[in-house]
Every structure is written in structure tokens, then in C-alpha cells.
């Protein structure tokens, strides 16, 4: 028989064989397929578990196939080098013949039969493949076998190949298609060169592909086998009490207990979220992609999950497709978590009324088990407006339902979802952009004042990978703040505030006031007596007039003096020419300043909160304390303080110090202020609306009633601080570097420094007008100048100077800087020399590094010269920098040489304390 009629007859054949194979695998999943819609419960799932693993597998029959034919290609042949000419694919022939023996890099390769030197190579690269390809068809089996409290080696090992085999399979697809389209120009349009390259090193690019595949499941498996990250939001919450506290929900969604997500991975899940000390834990769906049974082990560290206001659970798709749902509900009640099918719960938490619902998952009515189906009316049935209502709704899609039914929407203040993963894998990610409404973070529907929070996920669904870092749980802030953020930003006594500048000119002088004053009244007056009455008095309150008291004496004589609204506008006017002391302008604008000083501060504590500097407050506070320590042990032991027994005096001045870090009671305060203020002026407007000018009369009266006063920027967004005996602050800097800086000689060089500086402002003074002290040293005064003033000399930049002006912010940066090294050389010891590799620098030195940083500004270093004649009382930055080279760790630290720059300008180091401090002989009472 010919060859080629015994080629044709085993293709006939094979084409048969193809066939029944096709027809049996459509009979069996057309059969299972029946068999899922005449099911339901525990039967119905098992069968769709079957059926997915069926139509997976058959699916990667053919991408294995395809797969396996690109990567033999690659390890088994490539093309030996021609010139373009002789490239067969330009007579639209492509033969075995250009193929010769291997190599794995792209360029020119020798001629020649390799096959003997590479026999081993390609044969265990073959079997290598074959093996990566079995065990990514087996991944799905072990959602049945070999299951326990802990993740199996085989399991885990299979499941990563899964990811490595999906991504291999999109690089191969995208080199494919390059290589196609560019072969259909090279043909159809012109010759080109890209192709050449890219046929000339096809192998090279089929092994890169799969390298790629490789590294990105490497990639992804060091993302889940490190420890969680916390992601942190603070959504407003309207309904919240203006004068309760905060509260937060750590939400978990998609946690996956299975045969990647074992009994460890659980345990320091659960160890994290106690730490965090929520109010509120919800878990979100997808809890477990199996039986209780087989993974209740894995599963019981979710009963140490701890928070006041509860734990809390819904349903996702996985509790339907992968387990039986009742069972992990009678489990999950055992654990003392409130499981919420079409349920709520009434809770009051930190003084907040909240309705906590869970919503069954939209899959729960095509998974066929009774009693089970998503009902968004029934689980926020209960929940009132008088609350806040936050609905549990795995699926981001049920909360654009949500979003799109006024009768529920109305109902929901937040709604917290899950199972996007953020795509989990690259692959993925544009498909879960495309079949969910909301992906990832947080969202906010402007129609219906609702927000959505979806999370990423605390884990992963089958593969152990995760490409986006493991967003573990977001941590949602319900703080009081952000509840007013909203408010504070538009409040209409605070957005009038350039309308009413631009009024000015009504009130521009006594006359013009008088004019508005009387007119405002008439015409009051008309309309309501009772109203006149009051504003008669408001007005000559607000003018300071001493006719007032005679004037209300008048009026209670009778109203037969006030018969009409002329006589009592006469009257007024009376009143007001008399004696009045001051202007409506002098009112409005402390008013005008101290409210944005309010609404200031209002928005700095929020910042403070939002990005959470709080434990860097309270290492701040730690750090005052230390410092404080170490400036009251110098103070003992200074001479002339112990000579005339000043000791006592010096104990009594350092415990009247402390740090301002009572942001709780202040946004209370402030807010409350706020609140009051914008009250008045609103119903003022709605009491006088048919005034001309209403806005301006009721600025003028909610600017009477509150009579706001300055104070302290005790939070400032600014790199700042502040002494103003005894309080101290420091700005928002500070506290985020002291809480999310590494390490702590950076922590001292920066913090550290301007703790040490503001409280050297209690214990240096002028030597001949000391303010706090009862006396200070002039040979320390003159010390510090003379060392200021060589560097200045040295290192002038646009502008310098050295005057009394500057003494106190000198004296106090030496002293700080002083302050803040001996707390340094207590917090290293002997190590404080020793070498940082990742920065290329020592302890001490990073010190210096991040004291300087604080003076950086990227501009020319001056002066500034004020109104008064006087200059504002800090040296130029780089002047202030400098002055570090009289403090002897500086030369050491940086092996300066005694004649360098940095050197010939420093003097003889200040003490402004300690036992080496100047003795005095200068007389002073006590």
C-alpha cells in the first residue's frame, strides 16, 4: 500500500476516534446538565461541582494540547539562520527543513546535528512539561481528596500550577498573536523586519513565556504567604450622633477555607483582626469551598474572632457551590457568630444606633437549596432611618440592586461586599471589571447617598496566588469626624463668608450701619412685633450702645411710647447714634477669623485620623516624657541650679509640662461649636427671609450670639510645634514619621530634635529678661550666639542675621538638639556607631541626616524681616543646620577633619545644662 494511502486511512480513523470522543463527553455533560436542574440541597451542589470540574477539564484538554505543542516546538527545534531572502515563509512555505537542533537564547546558531548533546536536555524538559501539565489537570481533585486542617504539600503544589498554566497560556496567545499578524503583513502588505526577528527566535519567545508563567506564580505565592495587609477607609456616616463616639468594622470577605487556606493561615487571620480592636467584625461570604467535615479544623480559629458589637455573617456564592450551607450555619452559631440570612440586627455601639443586615448571595437562588435565595427587602425589613444600616451583600452586583430600588436604597447607608478578588490573578482582572459593577475600594452613589465598600479579599480562591498583595481586610473608620466631613465643609456660615465680604460696603461706616440697622428694622417691624422687640435689642447689643439699659427701661414702661413702627425706628436710630463703642466690622471680623481657625482645626484632626497617626501621638507623648526626663536629670546637676537651690523650682516648672494630645474632646468641642453656630444662622435665614440682605443681618446676630475666641493650633497639617508653657503640640509630621518611620535614629533626628526644641523653650531664657525662670546664665546667651553668628558668617545664603530676636528659637535648638542625641546614645548604647547596609550610613549618622531633612526647603535659606522692625525669630534653615557642627558626636559621626569648612565654623559647644554648664554669680530673688 502507498504512504499516502495509508496516511489517509489512520487520519479516516482518527477523525472517528475524534468524534466519538466529542459525542461522549456532550452526552455526559448534556446528562449532567439534566441532572442539575432535577436537583436540589446537597445533591444539587455536588452535581455542579462534578459538572464544573468536567467542563474544565474538557477545556484544558484542548489548551494542554496547544500548550504542548508550542513548548516541544521551542525545546525540540529551531530555525537555523538564513539571510530574509532565503526565509522559506516568503514563499508562504514553512518546512521542517529550517528546523535544526535547539538552543534557548535568540541570535545565530551553529550548524549542524545536536541531537546526541542535547538527547538528555530535551527528554527531561519533555518529561518536565508532561508532569506540569498532569498535575494542573488534577488541581480540581483536590477539592475532594486528601483534605484536613492543614493545606496538603501535593495539593498546594498542584493548585499553584494552575495559575503558572493560565498565565503561560496568555503569554503563548499574545506571542502567537504577534507573531501571526505580523506574518499576514509580511505576506499580504510588505516585507518586514519584525517578523524576521520574530520567527528567527520563536523558540526563544515560546521559553519566555513560559518563564514568565513561572515567575509570576513565584510572585503571587510570596504575596500570599506573607502576612495580611490591613487596608484602612473612613466613610461618613450622616446618621451618626454628633455626640457619640466612633466605630469600626473590620470587614473579611472571601476567606476560603480549602485545600489552599488551612487551620495557620486561618489562626493568624483571626490573630490580626483581635488586634486591630474593632467594634464591629463582618465577614462577608466565600467562608469555605468544602464540606464541614472535612475542614471544621481549619475553620475553628474563627471562633476566637472577638468584638463588642458582634461578629456578624452572610452568604456567598462558594457556601452554595462548594459545601452545605446549613451545616456551616449551625457551626458558625455555635461560634457564637450571628449568622444574617434575610435577617438584621439591632445594635447600639459606642452610643451609634446601627441595623447590621445579611443578605442571602444572588447565586443562592439558581443553587436549588430550600429556604435560601437573596431577599433585600426582608433582610433590611426592620432597619429604621433613625439608624445607621449597613447591609452585608457578598456580590457587588446586589448592591447596584440595591442602588437602582428607591424603596431599598432609602433603607441603606452602607452596603459591604466581596468577591471581585480584585481579579486575584492579571488575567482575570479586565473580567471582573466586566461582570461587576463596583471592583474594588470604596465607591459613593451621589443619588442615593449611599456608599459601597468592596474588599479584595482576605485570601484566594483555588491557586495559593494572589498578584495585588494581600489586601487581607479593610478596616472602616466610622469616626464622628468624617460623619461631620460633609458638614464642615459646607456650611453656609463659612461658604458666605466672601459674599458677606463683598457687603462690606453697607456697613463701611456709623452712618451706613445705622442706615442698614433701621432700615432692617422697619421693615421687621411691619411684619412681626414680637420679632422687632427681639431685634431691637440685638442691634443695640451688637453697637455697644449705653442707651440700651434706658432704652429698655422706656420699654417697659408700656407700649403707649411705642405705639408705631416709626416711633420705634426713631428710637432706635436714637440709640444707636448716641454712644455706640464699636462697629458691626470689629464683630464680624473675629468672628470671620476665629470660625476658619474652627473649621481648620475641625479638617486637621479628621486628616490626623483619616491616615490614623494615632500611635504616632502616642509615641510622641512617650518621647516628650523621655526627653523631659533627660532635661530635669541636666537641670540637677547643673552647678548654679544646685548653688542657690533652684532645684524645686526647676521640678515644679517641668511638671507643669505636658503635650496636647486630647483630639477626641477637641473635635467634640469644636464640632459641637460648629453645629451650634451654623443652627443659628440657618434659622435666622429661615426667620428673616423676606429681609433684604438676610445673610448679612444674620451673620451679624450668629456673630453676637457666639462670640468665638482664638486658640492654640493644637493639630496643624503643618511641619510645626509649639511651646506655650505648659501645653505643648506638634504638627501632623511629626506623629506620622515617629509612627511609620523605621527606624528610631531617624525617629530622634526629626521628632526627636523638635520634642527636645520646644522643650527647650521652658528652659532657656534671656539673661536679662527671663520670662518662666527666675534667672538664666549670659554666658550660655552669648555661647549660642557666638555660635550662630560663625555660621552664619560661613554659610549665608539669600539673607542672615544674629540678633536678640533670634535668642530664644537658638538657644532652644541647641538645647533640643542636645536633648534629643542623649536620648539617642540611651536607646543604642554601644551600638549607635554600628552600620545600616540598606541605607549605606550609621545610626549617628542618620540622626544628623533626618535632623537636617526637618530644615529642608528648596529654596535659598534667609531671613525675614517683619513689620514691626523686628525679624521673625528663626535663623535661616541652612544656618540652623550647621550649628550641628559644634556638638562633638557630629565630628565623630562623620570623621570630620579639624580643618574642614563644617569645622573651622563651629565654636566651643554650648551646655546649657549638665555639670560642665557656666557658673553665675549674678544675685536674684526668689
Known amino acids: ?45 455536588r452535581l455542579v461541582r462534578l459538572h464544573t470540574m468536567l467542563i474544565t477539564s474538557t477545556a484544558m484538554l484542548a489548551t494542554s494540547f496547544y500548550i504542548w505543542k508550542r513548548v516541544n516546538f521551542a525545546i525540540t527545534k529551531h530555525r537555523t539562520h538564513k539571510s530574509e531572502s532565503e526565509i522559506s515563509l516568503a514563499n508562504n512555505v514553512e518546512t521542517e527543513s529550517d528546523f535544526a537542533a535547539t538552543t534557548l537564547l535568540p541570535g545565530p546558531n551553529p550548524v549542524g546535528n545536536r541531537r546526541l548533546r542535547l538527547l538528555c536536555f530535551q527528554d527531561i524538559a519533555q518529561a518536565l512539561m508532561l508532569l506540569f501539565l498532569f498535575l494542573s489537570h488534577i488541581a480540581l481533585f483536590f477539592y475532594y481528596i486528601l483534605l484536613g486542617p492543614e493545606p496538603n504539600v501535593i495539593a498546594i503544589t498542584s493548585l499553584s500550577f494552575i495559575a503558572c498554566y493560565a498565565h503561560i497560556l496568555i503569554f503563548l496567545i499574545i506571542a502567537d498573536i504577534f507573531y501571526y499578524a505580523t506574518k499576514l503583513i509580511h505576506h499580504k502588505v510588505s516585507a518586514n523586519s519584525v517578523h524576521t526577528y520574530l ?24 504575596t500570599t504567604h506573607t502576612d495580611p495587609v490591613v487596608r484602612k477607609a473612613s466613610i461618613p456616616m450622616k446618621r451618626f450622633a454628633s455626640n457619640s463616639g466612633n466605630v469600626s468594622i473590620a470587614l473579611l ?9 488551612g487551620r495557620t493561615r486561618i489562626a493568624r487571620i483571626v490573630e490580626l483582626t483581635n488586634a486591630l480592636n474593632p467594634d464591629i467584625i463582618a465577614i462577608a461570604g466565600d467562608l469555605a469551598d468544602g464540606l464541614v467535615r472535612d475542614f471544621h479544623g481549619a475553620a475553628e480559629p474563627l471562633c476566637n474572632l472577638k468584638a463588642p458589637g458582634g461578629v456578624y455573617f452572610a452568604t456567598g456564592n462558594h457556601e452554595y457551590m462548594h459545601g452545605n450551607v446549613t451545616e456551616w450555619f449551625w457551626f458558625l452559631e455555635n461560634c457564637n457568630i450571628t449568622v444574617l440570612h434575610n435577617q438584621n440586627k439591632h445594635i447600639k455601639v459606642n452610643g451609634q444606633k446601627l441595623c447590621v443586615a445579611g443578605a442571602d448571595d444572588l447565586f443562592a437562588v439558581r443553587a436549588h437549596v430550600p429556604g435560601h435565595g437573596m431577599d433585600l427587602m426582608k433582610a433590611l425589613s426592620t432597619c429604621d432611618s433613625d439608624s445607621t444600616n449597613i447591609l452585608l451583600a457578598h456580590q457587588p452586583n446586589a448592591a447596584k440592586i440595591v442602588l437602582t430600588n428607591p424603596k431599598l436604597s432609602d433603607k441603606v447607608n452602607l452596603i459591604l461586599s466581596g468577591h471581585t478578588h480584585g481579579g486575584q490573578m492579571y488575567p482575570f482582572v479586565p473580567i471582573v471589571h466586566i461582570a461587576n459593577a463596583f471592583v474594588r475600594g470604596q465607591y459613593y452613589d451621589n443619588k442615593t447617598d449611599t456608599y459601597v465598600y468592596v474588599s479584595a479579599g482576605v485570601n484566594y480562591f483555588g491557586p495559593p496566588i494572589k498578584m495585588f498583595g494581600a489586601s487581607f481586610q479593610d478596616m472602616l473608620a466610622y469616626l464622628e469626624h468624617v460623619q461631620k466631613n460633609a458638614y464642615w465643609n459646607n456650611l453656609d456660615v463659612i461658604k458666605l463668608l466672601p459674599i ?18 433701621t432700615g432692617v428694622f422697619s421693615k421687621v417691624c411691619e411684619k412681626n412685633d414680637e420679632q422687632a422687640e427681639d431685634l431691637y435689642k440685638l442691634m443695640v447689643e451688637v453697637m455697644g450702645s449705653n442707651y440700651s439699659q ?77 526627653v523631659l526626663g533627660i532635661a530635669e536629670n541636666l537641670i540637677k546637676s547643673t552647678p548654679w541650679v544646685k548653688n542657690r537651690h533652684l532645684v524645686a523650682k526647676f521640678e515644679k516648672i517641668t511638671s507643669e509640662l505636658r503635650m496636647h494630645d486630647n483630639y477626641g474632646k477637641d473635635f467634640q468641642k469644636v464640632t459641637n461649636i460648629l453645629v451650634a453656630v451654623e443652627k443659628t444662622f440657618l434659622e435666622c435665614r429661615l426667620s428673616y427671609s423676606f429681609v433684604e440682605e438676610s445673610d448679612l443681618l444674620c451673620y451679624i446676630m450668629t456673630a453676637s450670639e457666639h462670640r468665638l475666641s482664638h486658640g492654640d493650633e493644637v493639630f496643624s497639617l503643618d511641619d510645626n510645634a509649639f511651646n506655650n508653657h505648659p501645653t505643648l503640640a506638634f504638627g501632623f509630621p511629626n506623629y506620622h514619621h515617629t509612627q511609620y518611620g523605621r527606624e528610631m535614629a531617624s525617629k530622634l533626628g526629626y521628632t526627636g530634635f523638635t520634642v527636645g526644641h520646644e522643650i527647650g523653650h521652658t528652659f532657656f531664657d534671656s539673661y536679662n529678661q527671663p520670662e518662666l525662670l527666675p534667672y538664666f546664665s549670659k554666658q550660655v546667651d552669648d555661647c549660642v550666639q557666638n555660635q550662630f553668628n560663625a555660621t552664619c558668617t560661613e554659610y549665608m545664603e539669600d539673607s542672615c542675621a544674629t540678633t536678640d530676636d533670634f535668642l530664644d528659637e537658638n538657644g532652644a535648638d541647641i538645647f533640643g538638639l542636645q536633648l534629643a542625641y542623649e536620648l539617642m546614645k540611651e536607646y543604642y548604647g554601644f551600638d549607635i556607631g554600628n552600620f545600616i547596609e540598606r541605607l549605606n550610613m550609621t545610626y549617628d549618622q542618620l540622626f544628623f541626616y533626618s535632623y537636617a531633612t526637618g530644615f529642608c526647603s528648596g529654596s535659598l535659606s534667609s531671613v525675614e524681616l517683619q513689620d514691626d522692625g523686628k525679624y521673625e525669630p528663626h535663623s535661616a534653615n541652612n544656618i540652623r543646620i550647621n550649628t550641628i557642627a559644634q556638638h562633638p558626636a557630629f565630628q565623630q559621626a562623620f570623621n570630620c577633619p579639624a580643618d574642614s569648612r563644617m569645622m573651622q565654623s563651629a565654636t566651643k559647644q554650648c551646655h546649657i545644662y549638665g555639670n560642665e554648664a557656666p557658673e553665675t554669680r549674678r544675685k536674684f530673688l526668689i
Open 1 to 45: 500500500m502507498p504512504w499516502y494511502s495509508r496516511c489517509t486511512n489512520s487520519f479516516s480513523e482518527m477523525n472517528l476516534k475524534l468524534k466519538i470522543a466529542i459525542l461522549v463527553i456532550a452526552i455526559i455533560h448534556v446528562t449532567i446538565a439534566i441532572a442539575r436542574k432535577s436537583t436540589d440541597g446537597v445533591a444539587h451542589h
Open 253 to 261: 470577605s472571601d476567606v476560603h477555607i480549602g485545600p489552599s487556606v
Open 500 to 517: 458677606i465680604k463683598e457687603k462690606e460696603m453697607l456697613l463701611s461706616s456709623k452712618e451706613d450701619m445705622i442706615r442698614f440697622f
Open 550 to 626: 434706658d432704652d429698655e427701661n422706656t420699654r417697659n414702661k408700656g407700649k403707649s411710647t411705642w405705639e408705631t413702627c416709626d416711633s420705634r425706628t426713631d428710637s432706635l436710630r436714637e440709640a444707636l447714634t448716641e454712644s455706640s463703642r464699636h462697629t458691626p466690622m470689629d464683630l464680624l471680623s473675629q468672628f470671620e477669623a476665629c470660625a476658619t481657625e474652627h473649621v481648620n482645626l475641625a479638617k486637621s484632626i479628621s486628616s490626623h485620623l483619616d491616615v490614623d497617626v494615632r500611635q504616632g501621638i502616642e509615641e510622641t507623648k512617650k518621647l516628650v516624657e523621655q
Open 199 to 222: 520567527h528567527e527566535n520563536r523558540s526563544f519567545h515560546i521559553l519566555l513565556a513560559v518563564i514568565l508563567g513561572f515567575l509570576f506564580m513565584f510572585g503571587g505565592l510570596y
